[in-house]
């Protein structure tokens, strides 16, 4: 079975430039996950979608981030623009309907 | 608040040590819980989960974790170390049926060979 593919796998940008993340979840995956990891801290969920619905943002500063999953498979995750505390690995999961969720390999964003 | 801690943050074994690392949730709720690993360079991985039944449960490469409902603990335990099993862990608890894993902060464990 594939795994969750995520795009790019770095990135480095500057302060207040744009920056997107793509995840392709496992197939058939309804639930699929966004999460920062910030460097020696757990990963924290940014926003949870249902197909394409949004589950739970509350994490998600919505005044640079946005996320979404058209047609309930790919999703994309956005920063505009982008800060020096947004430095971090972006993490993609998607899960069974039991909750068991798959992690991609994240992107590493360095923002300079 | 739902929360998932882990106590320790750093630990040092040799090979053969015997492993125990701490988890404890917040939440008097249903709970799933899971360990995920994460190997230097490579993706978070599942090693084991509970979602009912036995509260002893066995994952891949030997490790084992006991829920304890009395104590809101979930701790991880493996017998032998070895080498290969130098990574990161993460607890993790999915409250309530809500699919939103929260993890913990993770624990570092370096085994020397």
């Known amino acids: 079975e594939a795994g969750v593919a995520q795009s790019p796998r770095y990135k480095i940008i500057e302060k207040r430039q744009s920056v997107a993340f793509w995840c392709n979840p496992i197939?058939?995956?309804?639930?699929l996950y966004w999460y920062q990891q910030i460097l020696g801290q757990g990963p924290k969920l940014l926003i949870q979608f249902q197909n394409n619905g949004v589950v739970d943002d509350s994490q998600l500063p919505k005044d640079r981030f946005s996320a979404e999953r058209l047609k309930g498979v790919d999703s994309t995750l956005k920063i505009q623009p982008a800060k020096l505390e947004d430095s971090a690995v972006y993490l993609c999961?998607?899960?069974?309907?039991?909750?068991?969720?798959?992690f991609g390999q994240g992107t590493r964003l360095t923002v300079v | 608040a739902q929360s998932v801690s882990q106590h320790n943050h750093h630990v040092i074994l040799s090979e053969a040590a015997s492993l125990e690392l701490g988890c404890n949730y917040s939440?008097?709720?249903?709970?799933?819980l899971f360990w995920y690993v994460q190997y230097p360079g490579q993706h978070l991985q599942l090693l084991l989960k509970?979602?009912?039944?036995?509260?002893l449960v066995k994952g891949i490469k030997g490790f084992e974790a006991e829920f304890i409902k009395s104590k809101f603990s979930f701790n991880l335990r493996k017998p032998s170390v070895q080498w290969s099993d130098t990574a990161e862990y993460f607890c993790a608890g999915e409250m309530d049926s809500s699919y939103k894993l929260i993890f913990g902060s993770g624990t570092r464990l370096l085994v020397r060979p």
């Open positions: 197939s058939g995956h309804a639930t």
């Open positions: 939440y008097g709720g249903t709970v799933n």
């Open positions: 999961a998607s899960s069974t309907p039991e909750g068991e969720a798959f």
């Open positions: 509970y979602f009912s039944g036995d509260p």
